[in-house]
């Protein structure tokens, strides 16, 4: 999902770009013309994470065949297939644009660069942002009528995934009025257990841990950084029962994990300081496959990356393991909005985008792209549905009948954590592997919360922070040390002078 970009915006750390110039995103600036399309054709310009939709092509021994009756098989990529399905079910032609970025900042900077796309896919504080700098149309009151057959989104959204959005808040309006949930996940720490406990793995602290030298990696991102290291900074409150038990946790745990006064600030700066010297690296995709290849004993992770690096270890027969930190997690949300600078007041290309995003959340086109990334779709299903469930049961349904335990997803799936109908049987030792990354536990979600969007000015702190964690510590070197390589230097320079000089001299 990560791959680093050196652009930045107010939200990021500012930088040249050099991964995502205009001429470098597939179909940004191409011409109805250009890309086939004739002046009946609706051009629908989508712009989503790198490798974060299903691009088909499955062997057929992929095929998933589900307790309903339902197989899924990726065969053409979601793309066409919505193209086809928009034209079957509407009776009009759609062309998809479709590229991709690597972070928030490199899609938004792109946007100020004059790239126009009509729907994207950013994570919540980012879409936050956009909402909150009047960028985003609305979601049409079609879009969540429930009598229509063909809006999947509104029919199949889990309980508990709607609820965030609708009960989350920018400028006094819920989420769910200008965004549709993608994927989700939480943060943790995916880690050996051969080489470090699980009781270790259960704080944050085990960052500043000697023992653990060079062994654990972290985030190359400010904002995942920094509420790792709050978390950390906040651990005796976060942590302490008049806290944990208090009538409204929730909403305290949310403000304080998103406090950005300037002694806070100052305050997790150095907490990150003393994590950056004991870390293995900072790192936005390499930590996932360096935990594969033994490199480090633990890396912080996305819960969807985690299910990765399981998947992979498990080839060569290594079992890693899930932590949620005792002292909170981050749950966040990638969601898709609507772009005023590209649809405006076309309303064909609005419902286009809007069946794009109904079309992706129909629950075997859901379970497509789950099996494709690795990360938690929103889509949920229904009574009448029970494809998602069922995918969640040929994932981690055990095939034995001992030695296995109850793993509830009621919350998930119904709304009730206690419905029977929604619990999946599992071996003792997986529980707090693949599945518990991809639908974390009840009791673990009870210490999630979000990353809120933060204003200009704040940002324009935290980026200033994130600039001195991640450039050299000049006070970390000795004295001693400068004056060798202030002597280096002159060393060199003197050569080079020489050298000129003598070039210079024997031509006259």
């Known amino acids: 999902m990560t791959v680093p970009a050196a652009a930045a915006d107010d939200d990021g750390v500012t930088g040249a770009i050099e991964a995502a110039s205009v001429e470098e995103v597939s179909g940004a600036s191409e011409t109805a013309e250009e890309s086939g399309a004739d002046d009946e054709t609706i051009v629908l310009r989508i712009s989503n994470w790198e490798e974060y939709i299903d691009e088909g092509d499955w062997d057929e021994e992929e095929a998933i065949d ?12 979601m793309i066409e297939d919505f193209e086809a399905w928009y034209y079957e079910t509407y009776g009009k032609k759609v062309k998809v644009e479709y590229s991709t970025f690597g972070t928030n900042e490199e899609l938004y900077t792109l946007m100020g660069l004059g790239n126009e796309f009509d729907l994207v896919c950013p994570s919540d504080y980012m879409f936050m942002k956009l909402i909150a700098e009047d960028k985003v149309l609305e979601y049409s009151d079609e879009f969540f009528d429930t009598s229509v057959e063909t809006n999947y989104y509104i029919n199949n959204v889990s309980p508990f995934i709607k609820d965030i959005y609708d009960s989350n808040e920018i400028n006094g309006e819920p989420w769910s009025k200008y965004a549709a949930g993608y994927m989700w996940g939480i943060t943790g720490m995916v880690y050996d257990p051969e080489e470090v406990s699980a009781e270790e793995m259960s704080s944050l602290t085990i960052l500043l841990n000697d023992d653990y030298n060079k062994q ?13 290291a709050l978390s950390i900074y906040k651990r005796d409150l976060l942590t302490s029962d008049e806290f944990t038990q208090s009538e409204d946790y929730s909403e305290r745990l949310q403000e304080e994990m998103n406090d950005v006064s300037t002694e806070t600030i100052a305050g997790v700066e150095e907490v990150l300081t003393e994590i950056s010297r004991n870390a293995y690296s900072f790192e936005t995709d390499s930590g996932k496959a360096d935990i594969v290849a033994g490199k480090i004993v633990g890396n912080y992770q996305w819960s969807g990356d985690t299910v990765y690096s399981m998947d992979q270890a498990e080839e060569d027969d290594v079992y890693l393991e899930f932590a949620v930190p005792e002292e909170c997690t981050n749950i966040w949300m990638d969601g898709w909005v609507m772009l005023k600078d590209g649809i405006g007041d076309d309303t064909e290309k609005q419902q286009a985008a809007e069946a794009f995003v109904n079309f992706i959340s129909m629950p075997e086109n859901a379970v497509r792209n789950m099996y494709y990334i690795g990360y938690t779709s929103v889509i949920a299903g229904n009574e009448d549905d029970t494809t998602m469930f069922d995918y ?3 994932c981690y349904a055990s095939e034995d009948e001992e030695d296995v335990v109850e793993y509830p997803l009621g919350y998930y799936f119904s709304g009730d954590n206690e419905d029977e109908d929604y619990i999946v049987l599992v071996d003792e030792e997986e529980a707090s592997r693949q599945i518990f990354a991809q639908y974390p536990s ?29 450039c050299f510590h000049l006070s970390d070197y000795p004295v001693a040390v400068w004056v060798a390589i202030l002597a280096a230097v002159g060393v060199v320079v003197a050569v080079c002078c020489r050298k000129r000089y003598v070039r210079v001299n024997q031509y006259e």
């Open 216 to 228: 654990i990696s972290i985030k190359d991102s400010s904002r995942d950084s920094y509420f790792m």
């Open 66 to 77: 589900l307790d309903n009756g339902v197989t899924v098989l990726g065969e053409n990529s």
């Open 392 to 394: 969640a049961n040929w």
């Open 442 to 470: 009840e009791d673990v979600l009870e210490r999630a919360t979000i990353m809120e969007y933060f204003s200009t000015e704040k940002m324009a702190e935290l980026n200033q922070m994130w600039i001195n964690i991640r």
